[in-house]
């Protein structure tokens, strides 16, 4: 397995409690496709920081931070499962480089 970093945008207008719902959504999609969230810090709550542009009219988004490991072929799947979920705006996944 290969490690990842996903870091995606969420709509900052929804309750700590909806977002800390969405967090477990996403990375419950990922441990489907057979990838684990990995370590102590597997998922790093940012918080509301302002964005470069505006978004669905918003300044602000909550960034949220996801290491995991997975192979290279459910990429796909995840990505479009995130793609199909309204309240995250915009994603990235990343391949780590290993120390």
């Known amino acids: ?4 970093e996903l870091m995606y945008i969420v709509n ?3 309750d700590e409690e909806i977002i800390a719902a969405l967090i ?3 990375n419950g999609a990922i441990e489907e496709l057979g990838g684990k969230v990995e370590g102590v810090f597997q998922t790093e709550p940012w918080g ?3 964005l470069a542009y505006p978004i669905n009219y918003q300044e602000e988004g909550y960034y ?3 290491h995991f490991e997975v192979e290279s072929k459910p990429l796909d799947d995840l990505e479009r499962t995130l793609k199909l979920m309204e ?3 915009r994603y990235m ?4 480089i290993q120390e």
Do not use: S
């Open 87 to 89: 309240d995250v705006w």
């Open 24 to 26: 477990e959504k996403v």
């Open 93 to 96: 996944v990343t391949r780590r």
């Open 64 to 66: 949220v931070l996801t």
């Open 12 to 14: 900052p207008e929804q």
């Open 48 to 50: 509301r920081r302002r």
């Open 1 to 4: 397995m290969k490690p990842y």
